[in-house]
C-alpha cells in the first residue's frame, strides 16, 4: 500500500523486504495501474535483474494479474538470448513493460536511437538491488539509471532489496541525485521468524575439515523426513562431494540433483524446472541458488558448514517456505569444532535481528570508461554534462573531477604522460567542446567488448562423444595426467585428454578421485561474526548452547593453556616436531591471516628465526620455524603495515588479477573480436607484462590507480589486520606451552598453501636447483657440455638410479 | 648477473639472465624476438596499452652493451611487432637505440613479424646470418643438415617444480646442435617447451636454463617427442641440477 502512495506522490522507493512475500509484484503494481487508467503505447516501465532467468519468470507471472485486470499490455523480455528480430522489433515499438539485465541495458543505451526508446518511461523497477550495489555490474546500472533519469526526467525508481545492513545506502540507489532522503523507504514487515538448528554428526565431533561429509548421514535423514529440501554450499568443490555422498546414502532413490556455477546452462535451467516442476525432492547447490525464482515449496534449507556471514545465512534460509505467516525452516551442518561456535554465532545473530554486510564500495573507474565510451556512441556530449549525470550516480558520487577526466582521457588515447597515441584517437573533440566517436568501428568494439564480468581462463568438460558437461579452470586440467578420476557435475570422471576445444572425459575410473577447486569462491569470515565467535569463546557462560564435545574442548584449552580474550591477543608457542609453531588467534579471516602470515614470516626472517612456512585459516594464523620465536611482541607491531607490505601487494597475484579485470572491463585488452579469440592464458600473460611496465614508467596513470583502489576496498583484509594489531597492542598474551594446545589442533591439520610472493619465487628455484645437486653429490651438475637430452638419454656414463630423485615437469596456473 | 657458459661446436658461449646470448671470440651479442613498438601496433587498433614497451626493452638491452661490449649485435628476427614498427618509433626511442647500436656492425635477421629492413636503422637486413660454425636464423629448422643453429621465435618458456608449485619462467632450450633463445621484448609471452612446435626441435631433450633475476637456473629435458605431439602435455622429466 504504501508503494502504491509513493507511486502516486511520484516519488521514488526502496522496497526492504525478506525474500518472498510478493515483492516483485509490490514493485509492479503502480504500473500496472496506472496502465489500466490510463493506457498508452511506448516503454512504461523497465525491469532490471541480475539474472535472465528471474526476467523471464517475472515476465511469465505478471502476464497473469495483467490480464486478469482486463489489460491490454506488452510484456517482452530483452537479454542476451533475445534473437536478432524481436530485438529490432523493439527497438522500433517498444512494449509498455521491458525486462532486462543491466549488460542489456547498457547496450540499449549506446544506440543513437536510446533517447527515442526511453523518452517516456515512467518507472524504472531494480530487483534485487542489494546483491548489484557494490559489484561492477552495479556500478554499470548505477551509470545507466542516471542516464535513464537524464533521458526521461519525470522517472520513478523502485529499488527491491533483501534485509541489508545499510538500507541508506541502497536508497541513495533509487535517488535521481543519490540523495537517500528523496526516496521512501518501506519496509515490509517482517514475516515470522526463521527457525534454524544445527545438526551435528552421530559418532565423534571432527577437528579440522571443511566439508561437513562425515554429517550427510543426518542430512540424508533429514532430506527423507521433509518434502522438497535445498542443500547450500560454500564452494563447488564442496556441492560435488556432498552431493556425492548423498548420492551413495541413496537407498530410497530420492531425486536430487546438483546445480552450481561451473554446470552448463542447459543443466541448470533442467533443474531449476524439475524443482519448479515438484519433481525434485532436494538440489545441493552453491551460490548459484542464492538468487532466483521462488519455488515457494521448499520445506527447509540445510546449510552445509558454517555461513561465514548473517546477511548471506538469512538470504538463503529466505528460501525456504516463501509463505510470511510460517517460518522458514533451516539448519546448520558445522563441519568441524570451530564451525560449531561459528555457527551458533550466526544463529544468535539472527535470532537479534542483526545484518552484517559492508556498505556498497564506490564505483570502479574501468566501469566508468566503458560507460563513457558507450555514451559517445549514443551521441556526442559535453564533459561537463557528463561528469554531472556520472556524479548523480550513488556508486559515483563521491567521484572527482580529476579521477572523471583522467578516465575520459584513457578512454580517448590512452591517457599515457608519454604522448603518441594521438593519432589512434577513438574520441575527438569538435570545435564547441562535444566529444565524438571517430568511426563506427569504435562502436563496434565497445558492444564487442561490453559488460563486466571477466571469466578465469575456463576449459569446457566434454564427454567422450558425449555432451558438454561444464567448465573446469585451466589450472586444474593442467595438474591432471590420462588417466586421473576427478568429479564433476555429480559424477567420477577419468581425464583422457585434453583437445583443443575441450577436456574430454570418460566416465569411472579407479582410484582416489580429485576435485575442481575453484579460484577465490570462498568468503572469509565476516567481521561481526568473528566479534560473536570470540564473545563465545572467551566467557564460558554463552557455552551452555554449545554440544557436549565442544564445551569438552574449550574447558581443555582453558586448562592447558587459555582461551582467547575478547579483546587482545592470544599467542602460543609451542615445539613439536624439530619446529617451532606459534599460532596466533586473531579470528580475522582466511584472507588477512594470510596476508599476515606472510608479514611475521618475513619479520621473522629478519630476525634469524628461520621462519619455514606459514597458514591462515578463518579463525588462526600459524607460523612454524627452526628456532623459537622470541620477542613476539615485535612481530605483532603495526609497522607491520608499512611499505614493505605495499610492495608485497603490489607484486601479489592478487593485484594482478585485480588489474587484469580492470584492463579487461576499461577496454585495454580484447574481450572478443571478430575472428581472433584469445584463450584467457594468453590475456592473462599480456595482462601482466603490461602491469609490470606500466608500473615501472607510469605509476600513477588512471588505471594503477584504479586497481590500487578496488584492492583497498577488496582486501578488506588489510583494514582487518590494522585493526587486530591495533586491537591487540600491549594486551598480546604469550603462552609458551610445552605441547600442542587443544585449539591449535584444528590449524595444524588444516592443509593448507604456503603463499609465495613473487620476490621469493627466485630462492625458490634456487632451492631447488641446489636441493638436487646435493642429492646428486654434484655428479649431475651442469658442466658446459651442451648434449641432447639427460645424461643417460645420450652417454652410458656412471650414474645413480634415476627414479629415487626423478621430478616431473610440471605445468600448471602461470605465475607471471 | 651470473651468465652460463656453454660449450656447441667447440665454442664457448655465454647464456645472459637477461636472455642474451655472448660469443665472446668473435665479440657477438644475439638478442631476439623484442617485437618493439607492439604497444602501439595495439593502439593502432584501438586498444591503448601502455606505449612504455620500447623504452623498457631497450633499457633492457643497454647494461648488456656495458657487460659485453660487442662488435657486432645480431637481433634474432621479429625484432619489431609489425613491418611498419620502426617508422611509428617516438623520437627519443629511436635516438636511444642508434646510441646503443653506436659503431658495432648491427644484423637484422629478418622474422615473421618484421619481414622487411628496419626503416632508416642502420645495419645490414638478412634471412639468415653465417659465422664460423654457426647459423643465426628466425625460426629453427629440424634436420640433421641444418648445422650448429641459434634461433627464437618460439619464446620459450618452462616450469621447474618447487617445494611452493612449479615456477614458470622464459628460458634457453639447448642441445648439442642448437639453441634457442627467449624472447627479449617487455610485451612478450612465452610458450611452453613442452609444446609440439618446441618439443619437435627437440627430439631428444636437451636442456633448458630459466631466466632468474640474476642468475640462470638450468634443468635437463627429457626427450619430449611422444607424448607431447599427442596431447601437448608434459612429457617426461626435468630435472634441475
Known amino acids: 500500500m504504501e508503494m502504491l502512495a509513493a507511486a502516486e506522490a511520484g516519488e521514488s522507493a526502496l522496497l526492504i523486504a525478506p525474500t518472498g512475500g510478493g515483492k516483485t509484484l509490490a514493485g509492479f503494481l503502480p504500473s500496472l495501474i496506472q496502465l489500466h487508467r490510463d493506457p498508452r503505447p511506448g516503454l512504461h516501465t523497465l525491469y532490471v535483474s541480475p539474472l535472465k532467468a528471474l526476467a523471464v519468470d517475472i515476465a511469465r507471472n505478471l502476464t497473469i494479474p495483467a490480464e486478469e485486470m482486463g489489460l491490454d499490455l506488452r510484456i517482452e523480455t530483452r537479454t542476451g538470448d533475445t534473437p536478432a528480430n524481436r530485438r529490432a522489433r523493439q527497438r522500433q515499438d517498444p512494449p509498455q513493460i521491458l525486462l532486462t539485465t543491466p549488460e542489456s541495458l547498457t547496450l540499449l543505451l549506446s544506440l543513437p536511437d536510446a533517447g527515442e526508446i526511453f523518452g517516456n518511461l515512467a518507472c524504472v523497477v531494480i530487483d534485487e538491488i542489494h546483491a548489484l550495489a557494490g559489484t561492477k555490474r552495479g556500478d554499470q546500472l548505477a551509470l545507466c539509471l542516471s542516464r535513464l533519469s537524464t533521458l526521461a526526467p519525470g522517472l520513478r525508481r523502485v529499488g527491491l532489496s533483501a534485509t541489508v545492513a545499510h538500507p541508506k545506502a541502497l536508497a541513495a540507489w533509487c535517488a535521481r541525485d543519490a540523495d537517500p532522503d528523496k526516496v521512501r523507504l518501506v519496509r515490509a514487515a517482517g514475516g515470522a521468524a526463521p527457525e534454524i538448528g544445527t545438526i551435528l554428526p552421530a559418532g565423534r565431533l571432527p577437528w579440522g575439515g571443511h566439508m561437513g561429509l562425515s554429517t550427510m548421514p543426518e542430512v540424508y535423514e533429514r532430506l527423507r523426513e521433509a518434502g522438497v529440501s535445498i542443500v547450500f554450499t560454500n564452494t563447488r568443490a564442496q556441492s560435488e562431494l556432498c552431493f556425492q555422498a548423498l548420492w551413495r546414502l541413496n537407498e530410497d532413490n530420492l531425486p536430487i540433483a546438483l546445480h552450481h556455477g561451473s554446470l ?6 533442467k533443474v531449476e524446472a524439475a524443482m519448479a516442476a515438484g519433481k525434485l525432492r532436494a538440489v545441493v547447490a552453491t551460490a548459484s541458488l542464492d538468487l532466483g525464482i521462488d519455488w515457494g515449496a521448499v520445506d527447509q534449507v540445510i546449510q552445509v558448514g558454517a555461513p561465514k556471514g548473517v546477511a548471506r545465512l538469512l538470504q538463503r534460509v529466505g528460501r525456504a517456505n516463501h509463505r510470511m505467516d510460517e517460518p522458514s525452516r533451516a539448519a546448520l551442518v558445522p563441519a568441524n569444532r570451530f564451525e560449531v561456535i561459528e555457527c551458533r554465532a550466526a544463529i544468535e545473530a539472527v535470532a537479534e535481528g542483526e545484518v552484517d554486510g559492508d556498505p556498497p564500495r564506490p564505483g570502479g573507474l574501468d566501469v566508468l570508461a566503458q560507460h563513457i565510451l558507450a555514451m559517445a556512441c549514443h551521441a556526442p556530449f559535453f564533459p561537463d554534462d557528463l561528469y554531472a549525470e556520472v556524479k548523480g550516480a550513488a556508486a559515483y558520487a563521491t567521484l572527482s573531477r580529476r579521477d572523471f577526466d583522467d578516465t575520459l582521457r584513457f578512454v580517448e588515447d590512452g591517457g599515457y604522460a608519454l604522448s603518441g597515441y594521438e593519432r589512434f584517437r577513438r574520441l575527438f573533440r569538435d570545435y564547441e567542446g562535444r566529444v565524438h566517436v571517430r568511426g563506427p568501428q569504435v562502436a563496434r568494439q565497445l558492444r564487442m567488448n561490453l559488460g563486466t564480468i571477466v571469466e578465469t581462463p575456463l576449459l569446457k568438460v566434454r564427454m567422450r562423444g558425449g555432451p558438454i558437461l561444464g567448465e573446469v579452470e585451466e589450472w586444474f586440467v ?7 578420476n576427478f568429479i564433476f557435475a555429480g559424477q567420477v570422471l577419468r581425464y583422457e585428454r585434453l583437445d583443443p576445444m575441450a577436456v574430454i572425459v570418460s566416465r569411472g575410473g579407479e582410484g582416489e578421485p580429485r576435485v575442481p577447486a575453484y579460484a577465490g569462491s570462498k568468503l572469509p ?5 568473528a566479534l560473536r565467535v570470540r564473545e563465545i569463546l572467551s566467557n564460558p557462560r554463552h557455552w551452555k548452547a554449545l554440544p557436549e564435545p565442544v564445551r569438552e574442548w574449550l574447558a581443555m584449552q582453558r586448562k592447558r593453556s587459555e582461551l582467547p580474550p575478547l579483546e587482545g591477543l592470544l599467542v602460543e608457542v609451542f615445539p613439536r616436531g624439530n619446529r617451532w609453531f606459534l599460532v596466533a588467534y586473531c579470528f580475522e579471516g582466511r584472507l588477512a591471516h594470510q596476508t599476515l602470515g606472510m608479514l611475521v614470516t618475513r619479520r621473522m626472517e629478519h630476525m634469524g628465526l628461520g621462519p619455514l612456512g606459514f597458514l591462515g585459516t578463518d579463525y588462526v594464523m600459524a607460523v612454524w620455524s627452526a628456532f623459537e620465536p622470541t620477542d613476539v611482541e615485535h612481530l605483532f607491531e603495526e609497522d607491520l603495515l608499512g611499505e614493505e607490505l605495499e610492495e608485497w601487494i603490489a607484486e601479489s597475484s592478487m593485484l594482478r588479477r585485480t588489474f587484469r579485470n580492470i584492463a579487461t572491463i576499461a577496454g585495454l585488452l580484447e574481450k572478443n573480436h571478430p575472428g581472433q579469440e584469445k584463450s584467457g592464458r594468453q590475456m592473462s600473460m599480456s595482462a601482466d607484462l603490461i602491469y609490470d611496465v606500466l608500473r615501472k614508467h607510469e605509476p600513477d596513470h588512471i588505471l594503477l590507480r584504479a586497481t590500487r583502489a578496488e584492492a583497498a576496498f577488496g582486501l578488506t583484509d588489510v583494514a582487518r589486520i590494522g585493526s587486530l594489531l591495533e586491537r591487540a597492542r ?6 609458551r606451552l610445552n605441547r600442542v594446545s587443544p585449539l591449535a589442533v584444528p590449524a595444524l591439520i588444516e592443509e593448507g598453501r604456503e603463499w609465495v610472493s613473487g620476490s621469493a619465487e627466485d630462492a625458490l628455484l634456487a632451492e631447488a636447483v641446489a636441493l638436487v645437486e646435493e642429492a ?6 651442469f ?21 629415487s630423485r626423478s621430478m616431473r615437469l610440471a605445468r600448471r596456473r602461470p605465475r607471471r | 648477473m651470473i651468465s652460463a657458459p656453454v660449450h656447441l661446436a667447440g665454442e664457448r658461449l655465454l647464456l645472459d639472465p637477461s636472455g642474451a646470448l655472448f660469443w665472446p671470440s668473435r665479440q657477438i651479442l644475439a638478442v631476439s624476438d623484442l617485437h618493439l613498438e607492439k604497444g602501439s601496433h595495439f593502439a593502432r587498433h584501438g586498444r591503448f596499452v601502455p606505449p612504455y614497451d620500447t623504452r623498457e626493452t631497450l633499457s633492457r638491452l643497454a647494461p648488456l652493451m656495458r657487460r659485453y661490449t660487442p662488435g657486432r649485435i645480431v ?21 636511444a637505440l642508434m646510441h646503443l647500436l ?12 618484421d619481414p622487411v629492413a628496419p626503416d632508416g636503422l642502420p645495419g645490414e637486413a638478412v634471412e639468415e646470418f653465417r659465422e664460423g660454425p654457426f647459423v643465426f636464423r628466425h625460426i629453427g629448422m629440424a634436420g640433421k643438415e641444418v648445422g650448429f643453429e641459434f634461433s627464437g621465435h618460439f619464446h620459450p618458456k618452462a616450469s621447474l617444480p618447487t617445494r611452493c608449485g612449479p615456477v614458470t619462467r622464459p628460458c634457453f632450450l639447448a642441445d648439442a646442435r642448437r639453441v634457442m633463445l627467449p624472447a627479449f621484448g617487455a610485451y612478450t609471452g612465452g610458450l611452453e617447451i613442452t609444446a609440439q612446435p618446441i618439443a619437435a626441435l627437440f627430439p631428444r631433450g636437451g636442456r633448458a636454463f630459466l631466466l632468474g633475476k640474476d642468475r640462470l637456473y638450468s634443468a635437463a629435458v627429457g626427450p619430449m617427442k611422444h607424448l607431447a605431439a599427442v596431447t601437448g602435455r608434459p612429457a617426461e622429466s626435468l630435472q634441475p641440477t
Open chain 2, 102 to 113: 653506436g659503431n658495432r656492425l648491427v644484423t637484422w635477421v629478418l622474422g615473421n613479424h
Open chain 1, 478 to 484: 593442467s595438474t591432471l595426467e590420462p588417466g586421473d
Open chain 1, 525 to 529: 569470515l565476516s567481521t561481526s561474526l
Open chain 1, 730 to 735: 600491549g594486551r598480546i598474551r604469550v603462552r
Open chain 1, 783 to 803: 658442466t658446459g657440455d651442451l648434449t641432447d637430452g639427460t645424461p643417460e638419454a645420450s652417454a652410458p656414463k656412471e650414474h645413480p638410479p634415476r627414479q
Open chain 2, 75 to 95: 637481433f634474432l628476427g621479429d625484432s619489431f611487432h609489425d613491418a611498419e614498427g620502426a617508422s611509428r618509433m617516438q623520437a627519443a626511442d629511436r635516438a
Open chain 1, 264 to 269: 552448463t546452462v542447459e543443466q541448470r535451467r
Open chain 1, 776 to 781: 646428486t653429490g654434484g655428479e649431475d651438475s
